[in-house]
């Protein structure tokens, strides 16, 4: 990748040495566009993809729950769903039973 000292701000990319890999590493880096979040489930365990400054709200929606039917966890206690989610947050989603 061809980086050139910028007369302006700092350094910039020169227009035909970006590959596709290159441009997303600095999407990540740079712009934080997303974040991965750790999901443990009753039998299940994945990494899920978010949009950076997601809720709560937004991981159970993914997932196919609604608000009533599930609770979160983050670091051994229990949130709102409208709470905002941070890159590498481990969930556990826990099974809400009720009745009456």
């Given at each position: 990748?061809d ?25 990540h ?61 481990k ?10």
């Open positions: 990748m980086i050139k000292p910028s007369s302006s701000r700092g350094y910039r990319l020169g227009p035909d040495s970006a590959t596709p890999a290159a441009v997303k590493l600095i999407r880096v740079f712009f934080s566009i997303s974040m991965e979040i750790e999901v443990s489930m009753p039998n299940e365990k994945k990494n899920l993809q978010l949009d950076k400054g997601a809720t709560g709200e937004d991981l159970i929606s993914k997932l196919g729950f609604s608000p009533d039917e599930v609770i979160l966890v983050i670091g051994g206690k229990p949130v709102p769903y409208t709470s905002k989610l941070g890159n590498g947050d969930v556990k989603i826990v099974r809400v039973a009720s009745g009456g």
